[in-house]
């Protein structure tokens, strides 16, 4: 069992930039990948970034490759998204999620609001 804890959610203007954490705690042993989602209102929920546990390999979707970053603090047990150049269609309620052979784990989700 593990929780996760998303922040660093905020109000942006378009072009700038935020980070988000990801603190995961309990029994992170057995976690193969973490990764971020995002759900609009109205929208179904869209995966951005993954990184695996054993590896650190990284996947973006098309949307965001380039503009963000995923990365791992393997001692502190914690996945930040770095957001660079922000869009008004990148506001949404960001997720993360973790991995494991049988089941996923979500966060709270934390929202992202970028608008002038």
């Known amino acids: 069992q593990v929780q996760l804890v998303e922040s660093g959610g905020g109000l942006v203007q378009p072009g700038g930039s935020l980070r988000l954490s990801c603190a995961a705690s309990g029994l992170t042993v057995g976690i193969y990948a973490m990764s971020w989602y995002r759900q609009a209102p109205g929208k179904e929920r869209e995966l951005v970034a993954t990184i695996s546990s054993a590896g650190g390999r990284t996947n973006y979707a098309d949307s965001v490759k380039g503009r963000f970053t995923i990365s791992r603090d393997n001692a502190k047990d914690t996945v930040y998204l770095q957001m660079n150049s922000l869009k008004p269609e990148d506001t949404a309620v960001y997720f993360c999620?973790?991995?494991?052979?049988?089941?996923?784990?979500w966060g709270k989700g934390t929202l992202v609001t970028v608008s002038s």
């Open positions: 999620n973790a991995k494991y052979q049988w089941s996923d784990y």
